[in-house]
């Protein structure tokens, strides 16, 4: 189940009244839907959560009209990489360079 928390579009994705992952999005000018975090507590990654989750983004962007996800992913991620590319996101040219580390963006057309 997941519910909205607050008014920052922050939202909680439960198990037996547990909290086991969030994300938070934002609504960007244009149609996009920009997912900002997505983060799964890791006794429960490699459950199926974080595919509920990019189901639910998915489903939360259609409701507002939007028709394209875009994210950032540490570079070095390798897993999350993956796991956004299995689920049809792809890795732009675009990076973004931080103080410590590089992000690569990633999007998904609706």
Not at 67 to 94: M, T
Request: with cysteine; glycine share 6%.
């Amino acid at each position: 189940m997941w519910k909205r928390h607050g008014k920052n579009n922050i939202y909680l994705i439960k198990s037996h009244n547990t909290v086991v992952a969030t994300f938070q999005i934002k609504k960007i000018e244009g149609g996009e839907l920009h997912l900002e975090k997505l983060a799964i507590i890791p006794k429960y990654q490699g459950k199926g959560i974080g595919t509920y989750c990019i189901d639910a983004i998915e489903k939360i962007a259609k409701e507002l009209n939007c028709n394209h996800i875009s994210l950032e992913v540490f570079d070095k991620s390798e897993h999350a990489i993956k796991f956004y590319e299995k689920n049809n996101y792809i890795i732009c040219d675009e990076k973004i360079h931080t103080l410590k580390y590089v992000e690569v963006k990633m999007e998904k057309y609706l």
